[in-house]
């Protein structure tokens, strides 16, 4: 990439942060073109789309938690390392408001720009979903859908007014329904 052009993404991506930290994932295009002090052509030249813009966005946070998976495999506790990758789950969408929605169209979807990320990362979590269970810590009637789809719900709380306090309390009670108790 040209250096005048490798600016111009660089400065995008930075005004798309700002925009999407504030207004969540469904953030307009045009505002950030706007605040960029660039014409809309140029910002889908760099991001062609909505769903583009948060995969830059997002891509490095999903690729650590990914990453995350692979270093709790070590932990002794396959239970607990299920619980701490989940907690950081649960932190990253709550980081990002309204990303869930996105989230999980993304993964239904194959030409989504999120669609490699967002399968990489359910799966790394479904592994450490299956080691618990593997290890009699975690319930066998629950799969990697399940999983995310859990997850997908204390997102969705965390952006209800109503429900945002509960969020730490709901995560307890999930957590302690996927583990087994020992005997």
Not at 56 to 73: N, V
Not at 132 to 145: H, S, T, W
Request: hydrophobic letters at 50%; aromatic letters at 6%; one cysteine or more.
């Amino acid at each position: 990439m040209r250096s005048d052009a490798q600016k111009n993404y660089d400065h995008l991506f930075e005004i798309g942060r700002e925009v999407v930290a504030e207004q969540g994932a469904d953030a307009s295009m045009r505002e950030v073109a706007r605040r960029a002090g660039v014409g809309i052509g140029t910002l889908y030249r760099h991001f062609p789309s909505r769903e583009a813009l948060l995969d830059a966005l997002l891509r490095k946070s999903f690729d650590q938690l990914t990453a995350k998976a692979g270093e709790l495999e070590t932990v002794a506790s396959a239970g607990n390392a299920l619980v701490l990758w989940l907690r950081e789950m649960v932190t990253l969408t709550h980081s990002h408001r309204g990303v869930i929605s996105a989230m999980t169209a993304a993964i239904a979807e194959p030409d989504s720009a999120l669609h490699a990320s967002c399968v990489s990362m359910r799966a790394s979590g479904s592994h450490l979903l299956a080691r618990a269970q593997a290890q009699g810590e975690a319930r066998l009637d629950i799969d990697g859908a399940d999983l995310f789809a859990l997850v997908s719900a204390l997102a969705w709380l965390n952006d209800q007014p109503l429900f945002a306090s509960r969020v730490d309390r709901l995560f307890q009670l999930i957590a302690s329904a996927i583990l087994v108790s020992p005997k």
